[in-house]
Each structure stands twice: as structure tokens, then as C-alpha cells.
């Protein structure tokens, strides 16, 4: 099983390749996490958002497995805590299948997207940086995974 984490944009800042590489790097070899980077398409004067946010949507659905069991990252998907994510982690382990995290660009996921999703979790209900939901999602899914073997890492 993977955990795949697709997400709309490159070229990050060395800040947010850093915090997401530390976390991926500490997943265990039976569950890596995969970061899988989407171009996202060029907004140049008056684009066609619909347009674009289709394109996104085609290749971000185009890197997810037919099998997978996608989560999309929306503002209004459910929120989770640390321990709830863990008891995912676990189920999502029983199942077998890859997961594919879906993370949109600055105008969100499409609605093609949403709908192809299994879940839709809510980081916050605070509109977050989309750099910052890589690292925070990585740092999420290994403070899940050591919660499920009883790591000292998770103190709460």
C-alpha cells in the first residue's frame, strides 16, 4: 500500500521541500508517501478559471490509480483529529488499496475531483497555503502511523 499525496504546483520553496521530504523520509518502507506534482496550467491576463481548474483536474484524476481510495482535501470535507486519522490509517491499511490525497490549486479542487472521492477531509476550516498542506499532511500521516504502533513520537 501507498500513500500518494497529488497535489497542483511545483516549484516549491526549499522550506516546503525540506518539511515534507522529513516526514516522508520517516515513514516506514510498508507505507511510503509519495508526493506526485501536478503543473499547474498558466493563468495569464483574464483567464478562464473553469477551463483551467479542468485541466488540473485531468491530470490530478490521470495520477490516481482506478483502484485507489481517494481523499480529497477540501475546506468543507470533514474534519478529523489526530486520533480519528490513525483509526483511517488503519482501516485504509486492512483495505489494502493505494490512497491518493488530492490537493488543488489556488482555485481548489474541481468538481470532478470531489466526486471521485471516497472522503473529503478538512485540514481547517482556515484557508491554508497550499505549500503548507504538503508538509502538514506529511507530518499528519506519520504522527497517524506511530500512533497505530504506539511511538512515543504522539504525546497528546
Not at 486519522?85 to 490512497?99: H, K, N
Amino acid at each position: 500500500m501507498r500513500l500518494k499525496l497529488v497535489c497542483v504546483g511545483q516549484k516549491m520553496p526549499g522550506w516546503v521541500t525540506e518539511g515534507y521530504q522529513e516526514y516522508a523520509r520517516r515513514m516506514p518502507r510498508e507505507l511510503p508517501l509519495e508526493l506526485i506534482e501536478i503543473a499547474m496550467p498558466h493563468r495569464g491576463k483574464n483567464p478562464d478559471i473553469n477551463r483551467l481548474m479542468r485541466q488540473e483536474a485531468d491530470a490530478v484524476l490521470a495520477a490516481t490509480g482506478d483502484s485507489d481510495h481517494v481523499v480529497a482535501l477540501e475546506v468543507g470535507g470533514r474534519p478529523w483529529s489526530t486520533e480519528t486519522l490513525s483509526r483511517q490509517l488503519e482501516s485504509w491499511q486492512l483495505d489494502g488499496r493505494d490512497i491518493s490525497f488530492l490537493v488543488g490549486g489556488p482555485d481548489g479542487l474541481h468538481p470532478a475531483c470531489r466526486e471521485r472521492a471516497d472522503q473529503q477531509w478538512s485540514l481547517s476550516p482556515l484557508t491554508l497555503p497550499h505549500p503548507l498542506v504538503r508538509i502538514l499532511l506529511a507530518e499528519q500521516l506519520y504522527r497517524a502511523w506511530t500512533i497505530t504502533r504506539n511511538h512515543p513520537y504522539h504525546r497528546a
